[in-house]
């Protein structure tokens, strides 16, 4: 049974900095692709990134890095904005994505149960 856990959310002010960690288990996931989304409050849940490919509205300031020994995933954010607050959740496709999919959320398999991020002004 594979199962993702984020961890590291929180409450920051603007311009500040968080790492968000996903560790998973049940499965190694060396040759899986492992993204990361947000949900706002009354909004859908929106693509943030996978590997070195970013959202518009995070490019530059968020980057994304494994641990394939730790089967940990990691999303490093930084220059916060109050516009990044939301859920975080990291998500799992087993074996490789196609390009043209990634930022979709029925490509996943797996999905962690998410962690708040706030982000103060």
């Known amino acids: 049974q594979v199962q993702l856990v984020e961890s590291g959310g929180g409450l920051v002010q603007a311009g500040g900095s968080l790492r968000l960690s996903c560790e998973a288990s049940?499965?190694?996931?060396?040759?899986?692709?492992l993204a990361w989304f947000r949900q706002a409050p009354g909004k859908e849940r929106e693509f943030v990134g996978i590997?070195?490919y970013f959202a518009d509205s995070v490019k530059g300031r968020f980057t994304i890095s494994r641990d394939n020994a730790k089967n940990t995933l990691y999303l490093q954010m930084d220059s916060l904005k109050p516009e990044d607050t939301a859920v975080y959740y990291c998500?799992?496709?087993?074996?490789?994505?196609?390009?043209?999919?990634?930022?979709?959320?029925?490509?996943?398999?797996?999905w962690g149960p998410g962690t708040q991020v706030t982000v103060s002004t």
């Open positions: 049940g499965r190694t996931f060396t040759r899986d692709a």
């Open positions: 998500a799992l496709k087993i074996g490789s994505i196609n390009a043209g999919v990634m930022k979709q959320t029925s490509s996943y398999d797996y």
């Open positions: 590997g070195t």
